[in-house]
């Protein structure tokens, strides 16, 4: 519990950081993401998914993408699911029109619960491909949640950390992002994510407003 305690001070202090720095991002976005989410729990150890996404650009005036993903998830243990997934996106790129790029990413999410606060760390690799060009990154995510052990309605914060594994320094985040939300469970098999996400990068910022409905069967 104390090394777990030790990490979540420390995403807290990076998360002190990027707030103070957002405040100097000149190039702000208002942007919307909208996703359909569909799990089927195949046993109790594995499960796949699926997920078509819209994205909005440049304050709502544009289109920025749509994506397709597919994947699926092991339980290796209680604490601990291990997941693949592969995407696709076609994007708006302005004046050079529509095009696609994908992507493959390899996940481990470690969930820890006490009491009514449940605490997960995911570690993801990505790797993604576009146009003969290649681009590979480690996402570290903590969320904390309340979890309680009746009701429907659940808040979290989620700190993300962007590292690039190219040509730049290991430690230079290439992006954060910083997301409260809600997650409602609607019905057996309907659930609800409503959030807003801050996407901190050093060239501009983004403000997000999502929206996700998941189905599961």
């Not at 993903?69 to 994007?91: I, N």
């Not at 309907?190 to 050093?202: H, I, K, M, R």
Request: hydrophobic fraction near 35%; include cysteine.
């Amino acid at each position: 519990m104390s090394r777990i305690l030790l990490n979540t001070k420390i995403w807290l202090l990076m998360l002190l950081l990027g707030v103070v720095s957002s405040v100097y991002a000149q190039d702000d976005d208002f942007t919307t993401w909208t996703k359909f989410k569909i799990n089927h729990k195949i046993d109790s150890q594995f499960s796949v998914s699926g997920d078509v996404e819209l994205r909005t650009k440049d304050d709502l005036n544009k289109w920025d993408r749509w994506g397709l993903t597919v994947g699926g998830d092991y339980r290796a243990y209680s604490f601990l699911k291990l997941g693949v997934a592969y995407e696709t996106h076609l994007r708006d790129l302005g004046d050079s029109g529509w095009k696609f790029r994908h992507r493959y990413h390899l996940s481990a999410t470690a969930s820890f619960r006490y009491q009514w606060l449940k605490v997960s760390l995911r570690e993801r690799f990505q790797q993604t491909f576009d146009s003969g060009d290649a681009e590979t990154r480690l996402r570290s995510r903590l969320k904390l949640s309340y979890a309680p052990t009746k009701g429907i309605v659940s808040p979290y914060f989620s700190v993300e950390l962007y590292q690039s594994l190219d040509d730049a320094p290991f430690w230079r985040a290439a992006r954060m992002r910083y997301r409260p939300g809600v997650e409602l469970n609607l019905a057996k098999r309907w659930s609800l994510d409503v959030f807003y996400c801050y996407q901190y990068e050093p060239s501009k910022g983004k403000h997000i407003a999502g929206i996700e409905v998941g189905y599961s069967f």
